[in-house]
Nanobody, 124 residues
Framework: QVQLVESGGGLVQAGGSLRLSCTTS????????MGWFRQAPGKEREFVAA????????VYGDSVKGRFTISRNNAKNTVYLQMNSLKPEDTAVYYC?????????????????WGQGTQVTVSS
């Protein structure tokens, strides 16, 4: 089992920045590809970003390319999501997830473990 705990969410004005963190425990963090997803009220869960085990490969959703950056620190068992130039449409609950087959994928069904989520609200 892998436990994931997100932090860093909050309320920010449009154009501002936030940095989300997701700290894991339970199994070797570096064995997992990691992803971030988000879900706004009444909408489907949306892929945001993913990163490979060794951080050599990243992929982003089209709506966040050029504004968000995913990174990880395997020594700290933590994955990050730096969010810049935030827009009201970025408002959602943000979830991190761990994927054990090492795929860097946008498919939420490929992920084995999920955190509880952290709320991000961007005001206009």
């Amino acid at each position: 089992q892998v436990q994931l705990v997100e932090s860093g969410g909050g309320l920010v004005q449009a154009g501002g920045s936030l940095r989300l963190s997701c700290t894991t425990s339970g199994r070797t963090f570096s064995n997992y590809a990691m992803g971030w997803f988000r879900q706004a009220p009444g909408k489907e869960r949306e892929f945001v970003a993913a990163i490979s085990r060794g951080a050599g490969s990243t992929v982003y959703g089209d709506s966040v390319k050029g504004r968000f950056t995913i990174s990880r620190n395997n020594a700290k068992n933590t994955v990050y999501l730096q969010m810049n130039s935030l827009k009201p449409e970025d408002t959602a609950v943000y979830y991190c997830a761990a994927e054990s087959s090492a795929l860097v994928t946008k498919n939420p069904r490929a992920y084995d473990y999920w955190g509880q989520g952290t709320q991000v609200t961007v005001s206009s």
